[in-house]
């Protein structure tokens, strides 16, 4: 019983492809949240959506679109890729922002 | 949201506990003080958090110096299987920033 799960969990693609990753939570929270770590293991909030509805939207570049079709899912649709975009990408929910975020297992997205 | 500073590595043997210090000294009175690790490959995992008390769960132990300035994580039995990245943060529901964490080395 997973309660925060990523597909894919390895993406490997060319320089200027499209591509979306999907993130859904069965913990019944109501904020869910995008991050990425790049190779320096640092992790940066990307967005973050309450009840379907984008909260935190970090510098992140226009080719980064979050959706959120219901309060259990939140996924991440990057436009012509970048090979700076290579990195790991968390998506995590909690119950409101003032509780504990739980993360899910990351998607190791390469671009080459 | 304060900053926080800890070690970038430690050592502990395995079944001993171990003692994670971190550094929050301009921390405001509404920040909450949380710590997560990430062992290899895999997504942070909650560990604990306090605001002045301190606290225990089935994980860890998380003591907070009355002044709020400075926290310990405590680890009483520690595993080969706790070696892991531990992220001390101090937040207050803005933004929820990772550091560079603790590097600590489970050593049988």
């Known amino acids: 019983d997973t309660a925060v799960s990523q597909t894919p969990k390895y993406l490997v693609t060319q320089m200027g492809n499209d591509k979306s990753i999907k993130c859904e939570q069965n913990?019944?929270?109501?904020?869910m949240y995008w991050y990425k770590q790049d190779s320096k293991k640092f992790l940066k909030i990307m967005f973050s959506?309450?009840?379907?509805?984008?909260?935190i939207n970090e510098t992140v570049p226009n080719r980064f679109s979050p959706k959120s079709p219901d309060k259990a899912h939140l996924n991440l649709h990057i436009n012509s890729l970048e090979l700076g975009d290579s990195a790991v990408y968390f998506c995590?929910?909690?119950?409101?922002?003032?509780?504990?975020?739980?993360f899910g297992p990351g998607t190791r997205l390469t671009v080459l | 949201d304060a900053k926080t500073t800890q070690p970038t590595s430690m050592d502990c043997a395995e079944g001993r506990a171990a003692n994670l210090p971190c550094n929050h000294s301009?921390?405001?009175?509404?920040?909450?003080v949380y710590w997560y690790r990430q062992i290899h490959s895999q997504g942070p995992q909650y560990i604990i958090h306090?605001?002045?008390n301190n606290e225990t769960n089935e994980m860890a132990s998380l003591i907070i110096t009355e002044d709020r300035k400075s926290s310990t994580l405590i680890l009483p039995h520690a595993t080969l299987r706790d070696t892991a990245v531990y992220y001390c943060?101090?937040?207050?529901?803005?933004?929820?920033?990772f550091g560079s964490g603790t590097k600590l080395n489970v050593k049988p």
């Open positions: 995590a929910s909690s119950q409101g922002q003032r509780s504990p975020r739980y």
């Open positions: 913990l019944g929270h109501d904020t």
């Open positions: 959506y309450n009840n379907k509805e984008l909260i």
């Open positions: 301009t921390i405001s009175g509404n920040e909450y």
């Open positions: 306090g605001l002045k």
């Open positions: 943060i101090a937040y207050n529901f803005n933004k929820f920033y």
